[in-house]
């Protein structure tokens, strides 16, 4: 299925909907009949590799979704999504809840609330684990003690979950081509135990923000196992494209993490928000949140095997997500989301050939992905005045970065380009960089 009769279909899942609100009074029952586990021998081990008919997808709906209604439907079906998901990742086996270890994933509404999330599990553990070693400090001594790594490159969301869980946070210097290594890990964390401080956690990115530079996790996560600090893996963006072959090295070392998390609303085609994370530990995560009031008991006697994901995000509530994953990756099929994604970061490729040919330019990362950085050979004033000219008109829209103090233009490639806008896109600030040099007060 192409991405526009996606959206076609989208209308036709408009109308199922308001059907289903009108059958509920004639033959629907108000709670479902099926036990807990009903769901996953209904579906295949993993996702398809070639795409499905819509039709029998939708046929799906009735036979495996509607018995179990939203719950616990929603629940298993995100259990296997999951599955589906890390297997066509090739995330360890430790990661699945398949596999029957302590492992599994869950959808987070975004990269932040993973990292939250994470940040919260690793704080618990270690408190936990010193509170037990150490039973006669006093209350908070611990919590004043941890500190938090993350990269000079890392996005604002580590800051602001450490924030929220009131614990320091140290940012290691990136390294040329803004990779965050293991000699600086291991510098900031002498420095920090010889003042008395406690590492917890660090949270590596694969595909920063900025330039969509990957730390090298193979360096970073053997010194994290070592010291008993969580690693989680922030992959926000890059993360879709591990699903290639081509693009797979780029998570080597994925096996030390605790947690891995990408937002599948970047670049799958699942639409905002949909951010899987996975976790080797379910028990880590669960445990630094539950509170379990009398209202919120199971009346299923199988409660215990029950994974119940009310404890492993902030809210209550939740929302069928996984029915996104199941649709595009059943839909698509995950030899046609590889297709996608190589063809994306072809036309990446294109628009930096675009740059590096044109002398009045420069390319200011390594072109991994979908992300070119680039700017005018000048000054930072220059730039950001050219950044304004293309903005302006509201045809294209460009956003910026500093890196290493360098104003710097960012041009992603996400799901949906053509190489038409692609080049279009490049003509459009070719011709805004050459009225801006030939009249630079514009
Ligand atoms: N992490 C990285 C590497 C990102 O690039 C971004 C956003 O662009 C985020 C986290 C935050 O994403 P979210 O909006 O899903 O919280």
């Known amino acids: 299925m192409d ?8 209308k036709q899942m408009v109308d199922y909907i308001v059907d289903y609100r009108e059958s509920l009074d004639k033959h629907r029952k108000v709670f479902p009949e099926v036990k807990p586990g009903y769901l996953r021998p209904l579906l295949p081990d993993a996702a398809p590799e070639e795409a499905e008919s819509f039709e029998d997808v939708m046929s799906d709906m009735e036979r ?21 998901l890390g297997k066509a990742l090739q995330l360890p086996v430790e990661f699945l809840s398949g596999s029957g270890g302590g492992g599994g994933g869950v959808i987070q509404r ?51 979950a450490a924030i929220i869980e009131a614990v320091r946070v140290r940012k290691l210097p990136s390294d040329e081509k803004f990779s965050m290594r293991g000699v600086e890990l291991e510098k900031a ?5 010889e003042n008395g401080l406690i590492p917890f956690y660090l949270c590596a990115t694969l595909g920063t923000t900025s330039s969509c530079a990957f730390d090298n996790i ?36 994925v096996e030390f993490a605790d947690s891995f998390d990408f937002n599948a609303h970047k670049w799958m085609g699942a639409t905002f928000d949909c951010s899987p994370m996975w976790v080797k530990s379910r028990k880590d995560i669960v445990n630094s949140l539950k509170v379990e009031p009398p209202y919120l008991k199971h009346i299923h006697s199988e409660s215990d095997i029950i994974t119940d994901y009310r404890h492993w995000q902030i809210s209550l509530g939740r929302k069928f997500s996984s029915l996104k994953l199941w649709f595009v990756l059943r839909l698509f099929g995950i030899k046609k989301m590889q297709e996608l994604i190589l063809s994306d970061v072809a036309m990446a490729r294109e628009f930096e050939e675009f740059v590096r040919k044109d002398e009045r330019f420069e390319v200011t990362n390594e072109v991994k992905l979908g992300l070119v950085c680039f700017a005018l050979k000048g000054s930072n004033e220059l730039n950001r005045h050219l950044l304004e000219a293309v903005n302006r008109e509201g045809k294209i829209h460009i956003t910026p970065t500093e890196l290493r ?38």
């Open 3 to 10: 991405p526009k009769e996606f959206c076609i279909r989208g």
């Open 64 to 84: 495996v979704i509607m018995p179990g209604a939203s719950c616990p439907a929603a629940t298993e079906l995100e259990i296997v999504m999951l599955d589906w």
């Open 110 to 160: 975004t990269a932040s609330d993973a990292t939250l999330m994470s940040m919260l599990s690793a704080r618990h553990k270690t408190l936990t684990k010193l509170g037990r070693e150490q039973p006669n400090q006093v209350d908070g001594k611990h919590l004043s003690k941890l500190v938090a790594y993350m990269s000079d490159q890392a996005h604002s969301s580590v800051e602001r």
């Open 189 to 193: 964390i002498k420095q920090d135990k």
């Open 218 to 253: 193979l360096e970073l996560g053997p010194i994290c196992q070592r010291e008993g600090i969580w690693m989680h893996i922030d992959a926000a963006y890059a993360g879709s494209a591990f699903i290639c072959p081509e693009f797979r090295p780029l998570l080597n070392g």
């Open 405 to 442: 103090s360098k104003y710097t233009l960012r041009f992603v490639i996400c799901w949906g380009n053509t190489r038409e806008s692609v080049r279009f896109a490049w003509e459009y600030i070719s011709s805004k960089a050459t009225a801006l040099l030939s009249s630079p007060s514009e």
